[in-house]
């Protein structure tokens, strides 16, 4: 099982849309958990850090399921500078990512 | 600019070559860590440092590579050898202890292509 899986996509989505990507993670031990971002041929950025209770940071909501082991990430009103690559990031120190998912918003 | 910096940003060199990498860290931070990244994957951990202390090491990381970071400043990243399966993205992060959530923040990478 990878440590990290997320569907790769893409997602194809209109400008305005909803979209929600998902991440299970397979170690149990991990104490931090982060969204990035990555454009093409760029470093991760980081987006946002997730805490088990929720957090979201204006267009961007992130949750976190220890118990299913699982990360969210809701961008609402999605514009086109929101296409990117998503990455679902546990941590025990040294980072652990995922394929990462791909967003493509249109016009 | 007081992000994570990284020498050279591109090199390409032939099979059989020895490179070297560089990371300059931010200032404050005193881990530094090493990733490398496929084309359509994400980054995967090489090692680590705290300060001078290499602390931990991927069974990715080969006898033909070597990390060093000898005054717990920058670090290099040394490959010997090198292999067309070398050629990647080539990632450096830092992030400092006092950080509860220990974010890592990445320097733009130093692509290689091995020929």
């Known amino acids: 099982r990878k440590e990290v899986e997320q569907d790769p996509g893409p997602f194809n989505v209109p400008e305005g849309a909803t979209v929600a990507f998902n991440c299970t993670y397979s170690n149990s031990a991990s104490q931090s958990f982060f969204w990035y971002r990555q454009d093409c041929r760029k470093e991760p950025k980081l987006l946002m850090s997730v805490y088990s209770s929720g957090n979201e940071d204006g267009r961007f909501t992130a949750q976190l399921n220890r118990a299913s082991q699982y990360i969210s990430l809701l961008i609402r009103d999605s514009k086109l500078s929101d296409s990117a690559t998503y990455l679902c990031?546990?941590?025990?120190?040294?980072?652990?990512f995922g394929q990462g998912t791909t967003l493509q918003v249109k016009p | 600019d007081t992000g994570v910096s990284q020498n050279p940003r591109h090199k390409i060199t032939k099979r059989g070559q020895n490179v070297t990498f560089r990371c300059d860290p931010i200032s404050e931070h005193n881990r530094l860590y090493w990733y490398r990244q496929t084309l359509g994957q994400g980054p995967e951990f090489l090692t680590y440092f705290q300060n001078e202390a290499q602390l931990e090491k991927s069974r990715l990381l080969s006898d033909r590579f070597s990390a060093e970071r000898p005054k717990g400043s920058f670090s290099t990243l040394e490959i010997q050898r090198t292999e067309q399966g070398d050629s990647a993205m080539y990632l450096c992060?830092?992030?400092?202890?006092?950080?509860?959530?220990?974010?890592?923040?990445f320097g733009p990478g130093t692509r290689l292509t091995v020929l």
């Open positions: 990031v546990p941590g025990t120190g040294k980072l652990i």
């Open positions: 992060a830092s992030s400092g202890v006092a950080e509860l959530t220990d974010t890592q923040y």
